[in-house]
């Protein structure tokens, strides 16, 4: 598995930022939400657009954002079907958590199960929703 770039970790951690921000101010005030905009990403390239997007908008939208007016919603690419992938995240042992999941769904990879490693039931179910297929050693 490659190593995100710094600028990959860069532009990552100002999107968690902006959403980090965003989170609090949607879920304090449930039910005056103005706008739900959808968004799929499933690349980088599409999580810096994504990013540029939100940096490059009207102070009336960013106003909207920052006040909860307009919250988004990850969905999955429409109609893609999970690719196929050649990637792998392999994990002998221990416990198998969000975190490997995560880990493979950025590298576009499945996770490998050792005989001794143990998934966990948040771990499945963020696998589930996130397409990340997961394969038990024989």
């Not at 005030?29 to 690349?43: F, K």
């Amino acid at each position: 598995m490659n190593a995100p770039s710094p600028e990959q970790d860069l532009l990552r951690q100002m999107v968690r930022q902006v959403l980090q921000e965003i989170v609090p101010a949607t879920t304090a005030g449930a039910g005056a939400t103005d706008a739900v905009e959808p968004v799929s990403v499933t690349c980088d390239a599409e999580l810096t657009a994504f990013a540029r997007k939100v940096a490059g908008a009207t102070p009336e939208v960013r106003d909207a954002i920052l006040a909860g007016r307009t919250t988004f919603r990850l969905t999955p690419a429409a109609g893609a079907p999970a690719p196929a992938s050649t990637a792998v995240v392999h994990v002998e042992k221990g416990a198998v958590t969000e975190r490997h999941v995560r880990e493979a769904k950025v590298a576009g990879a499945r996770l490998v199960l050792g005989r001794r490693a143990v998934l966990t039931p948040l771990a499945r179910d963020r696998a589930r929703t996130a397409g990340v297929e997961i394969m038990r050693e024989d």
